[in-house]
């Protein structure tokens, strides 16, 4: 078969693949039982909806010795773990590398929500928060059970336990460049997120060894993800009053705009925020203006992500693009149950909730 050009045995590489991702689809959760979800007023009723749904095995193997918010957090996880273990498992073998590439983001953001755990969540409404297991994602390089240890040792113990991959020794490294000083180094823990969303996002294009098509359009989605990282440490140093050049080293890409946004935020940080809604079509700024609240250009730009990964779903048929399209518009419906679960547990508003939920197009396929 060495003759046959690339684009002529591709459907005989990834249309079982393909097939097998559809199928999986179409379990998905539609956006009628989300707002139904929302409709709901106790976390019993939730979990009560969750078990007619592919969600109940995990729900029902985990229904002891859990807190009703952390239930949800880790019976989604579990369901989310099990689908990529599958999906690796029918991924053909040349396009696995690139598929793992991808998601060791996930290790990026499990060692965030550990990091962000070291903070003080001692007023939260359900103990579950303070281990911040509603942001835990069981995939990449730390497993659920790594998560549950961490926050039952000493600081030194479970930063160094972190070190098996990259960026847990980016961690550790930080934390002796700290002097193993506790409060120094969790007054730089949002830096050091920052540096390691950096430190992923730049090794990413290198890595990306499709077909010129598909190589576009994901670079073209990981381009939206990393100028949201951006901007949004951006946002948060204005706030802070963090002089730009101290954020520079932590920024993911070389753009010259951005030192013309923050220095428009330092004498008119409204103008800047209705600037970023136009550049970037994230119709956040009514809602900023309400609340003052940054989450909601997060929330926007994880909108407009979720659109690209569905477009790329449905457009990228017989390729890696459709298995990486459904693992994200998959990890949105995770977050959305456990927005939902935390927020009825927390007693926010139906319509509060409602803001920080993030839907992709529903497509026919």
């Not at 962000?116 to 390089?141: E, N, V």
């Not at 600081?155 to 990259?166: K, M, V, Y």
């Amino acid at each position: 078969m060495g003759g046959i050009p690339y684009l002529s045995f591709k459907p005989l590489v990834y249309g079982y693949s393909f097939a097998r991702v559809r199928a999986k689809y179409k379990f998905m959760l539609s956006r009628q039982f989300i707002d139904e979800l929302l409709g709901l007023n106790t976390i019993d009723e939730i979990i009560a909806k969750l078990e007619e749904t592919s969600y109940k095995p995990d729900l029902v193997s985990l229904s002891l010795g859990a807190s009703k918010g952390t239930l949800i957090d880790i019976a989604t996880g579990r369901n989310f773990s099990n689908l990529l273990s599958q999906i690796m498992g029918f991924t053909p073998e040349m396009a696995k590398p690139v598929l793992e590439t991808y998601l060791d983001i996930y290790t990026v953001h499990n060692l965030v929500a550990l990091l962000r755990s070291l903070g003080s969540w001692d007023g939260a409404a359900d103990p579950g928060l303070k281990h911040y297991s509603f942001a835990f994602m069981p995939a990449g390089g730390i497993d659920a059970s790594k998560f549950e240890q961490f926050n039952r040792q000493e600081l030194d113990t479970s930063l160094h336990s972190l070190r098996g991959s990259p960026y847990g020794r980016m961690v550790y490294e930080e934390y002796r460049r700290c002097g193993k000083n506790e409060q120094e180094f969790l007054k730089n823990i949002e830096f050091l997120a920052a540096r390691l969303y950096s430190a992923y996002y730049k090794s990413i294009p290198g890595k990306i060894t499709l077909s010129e098509t598909d190589a576009v359009k994901l670079r073209k989605l990981m381009a939206l993800r990393m100028e949201a990282q951006d901007i949004m440490l951006l946002l948060r140093a204005l706030k802070r009053n963090v002089p730009f050049d101290r954020i520079t080293g932590y920024l993911v890409l070389e753009n010259r705009k951005y030192e013309s946004y923050y220095n428009m935020g330092k004498s008119d940080f409204g103008g800047l925020m209705k600037e970023l809604d136009r550049a970037y079509k994230l119709e956040a700024y009514e809602r900023y203006a309400k609340d003052k609240m940054l989450s909601f250009y997060e929330i926007a730009f994880e909108q407009r992500f979720a659109r690209l990964s569905a477009g790329i779903f449905r457009q990228s048929v017989l390729s890696l693009g459709s298995i990486l399209g459904y693992i994200f518009i998959k990890e949105q419906e995770v977050m959305n149950i456990r927005k939902i679960a935390w927020g009825k547990l927390m007693r926010i508003k139906k319509e509060s909730i409602a803001e920080m939920l993030v839907f992709s197009e529903r497509m026919a396929i």
